[in-house]
């Protein structure tokens, strides 16, 4: 039997569009939970979770959350409540999936509880929010949120809404029979970083690693996507990591656009699992467009990458402070790690005769790793660039190693 769906609203404004998309569910043969982190109006229909329930769960009474007249707080602990029961049910085994509709309270309070659940648990957010010029990292971030836009405001069922809801109905309730239907994967699967400019080197040991039965999942390096890879890291769902493209490092040093932030490269080292990585992308630093660099930037190698990106080529002090960051993630590290070298360039561009070839540059970071690097952790370096097959395959098998080991 499937496990019922988790369906969010404030019943109190949204109750009567919860109901039509609970009985949709019911239709399709999925049973459900109500969830309602409304706070002020009468529900306008039952609740598996009432308001009160949710208030406990994020750690209030309700009547003192609404005497207390601090939206803010209250907001809150309906979000926390919220979050605390979708992980509870998951945990127990009792969630299928999640669908929650909502305006702008509504969709903060219905996306946080699907955040916190691990990536593959169907998500679909129906929401006001969901167009315009609005930013969906808050509502997405590292998760699997599936974002579908009501058109019209969630007032009442109609000639719009009726659609929208049916649509999203239809989808939650597929995304659950799927998830039940999967099989799983008895594959290792490894986790990689790639960006344009190292692809050819993670295509070719991505081909190598595949054929001796490893299966790869790879992570564009913009900031979220080395995110994302330290959260299925820490979910347990990599058991290693090819990170050839560690510009997110730079980004993090040199506040580029492609920051994952201070825990960028931890989550394999505390958990111990083996991890090879290269400088792929740490010779430049990823900004906004041409026009919004100062005096210093413009100064130096650039690369315009599009009309909203900047490249320009990071210094000898940056790398060495990269360099440094690298050895510090690697030398805490629990499990085996190796830091693999191409001497003739770290990107497509880091070449002789292209825009970011320096190598005394490159060689900072080099000899900070040498003086840094922990005596336990490999430092191996290739007469070859970041795209070369010969590097890739040195790659592929020192993870393979490392793995095997």
Known sequence: MS??????????????EVAYIRDLIEARGHETWI???GLLGEPAIDADFPRQIVALAGGSELSDLISAGDKG?????????????????????????????????????GTTAMKALPIGVPK???STMASGQ???EPYVGTSDVTLMHSVADILGINAVTRKVFANAA??????????????????TVLGTTMLGLTTPCVLHAKELLEAWGYELVAFHPNGTGGRSMERLIDEGL?????????????????????DAGPERMVAAGRRGIPQVVAPGGTDYIVLGPLVSLNEEQRDRSLIVHNPNI?????????????????????????????????????????????????PEADAALVDTLEAELASRVQLLKLKAHVNDAAFARAVADKMRELMEG
């Open 3 to 16: 496990k019922p769906i988790a369906v969010i609203g404030t019943l109190d404004t949204k109750g009567h």
């Open 35 to 37: 969830v309602d982190p």
């Open 73 to 109: 707080r209250a907001i809150q602990a309906m979000i926390d409540g919220t979050r605390a029961i979708a992980v509870q049910l998951y945990a127990e085994g009792k969630l299928g999936g999640v669908i929650a509709v909502g305006g702008g309270q509504g969709t903060a309070i």
């Open 124 to 126: 679909v957010m129906v």
């Open 134 to 136: 609005n930013v969906f």
């Open 170 to 187: 239809a989808a939650v309730t597929a995304m659950a029979e799927a998830s039940e239907e999967d099989e799983g994967n008895d594959k």
């Open 238 to 258: 990599i058991q290693g990591v090819m990170d050839i493209s560690t510009q997110e490092l730079a980004g993090h040093v040199c506040q580029g656009l492609f």
């Open 310 to 358: 900047t490249l320009i080529r990071t210094s000898k002090g940056e790398m060495a402070e990269i360099g440094r960051m690298m050895a510090r993630r690697l030398n805490a590290a629990r499990g085996p790690a190796a830091v693999l070298i191409p001497l003739e360039g770290f990107s497509f561009s880091d070449r002789a005769g292209h825009a970011f070839y320096d």
